[in-house]
Nanobody, 126 residues
Framework: VQLQASGGGLEQAGGSLRLSCAAS?????????VGWFRQAPGKEREYVAA????????YYADSVKGRFTISRDNAKNTVYLQMNSLTPEDTAIYYC???????????????????WGQGTLVTVSS
């Protein structure tokens, strides 16, 4: 199973980007939680958002709540992260990940995820 993250780029503050996370190999998402994390230079990997594939329930870090939206496309086996009102503090490499053992209290923990994408760089200029 492979996860492919894409959609990063350079954007000005206040702008928007949409990231995609596509799974290949087999359809794994149906029983999984898919999350987005980010890592800025010199900082630890930070939880951003997650979606429980089967129910569509979504969860967000406080830092992005109201600005970012996570969603899924069943037919394309793809999860999206719509990022609006970007700020320079959102600059980071963004990673998608999938895990089958996640509950609400553990969704923010990178170690709980089984599969990881390669990351896509988001740079927000002021």
């Amino acid at each position: 199973v492979q996860l492919q993250a894409s959609g990063g780029g350079l954007e000005q503050a206040g702008g928007s980007l949409r990231l995609s996370c596509a799974a290949s190999g087999r359809s794994i998402f149906s029983a999984y939680v898919v999350g987005w994390f980010r890592q800025a230079p010199g900082k630890e990997r930070e939880y951003v958002a997650a979606i429980r594939w089967r129910s569509g329930s979504t969860y967000y870090a406080d830092s992005v709540k109201g600005r970012f939206t996570i969603s899924r496309d069943n037919a394309k086996n793809t999860v999206y992260l719509q990022m609006n009102s970007l700020t320079p503090e959102d600059t980071a490499i963004y990673y998608c990940a999938a895990g089958s053992r996640l509950i609400l209290s553990t969704m923010h923990q990178p170690i709980q995820y089984d599969y990881w994408g390669q990351g896509t760089l988001v740079t927000v200029s002021s």
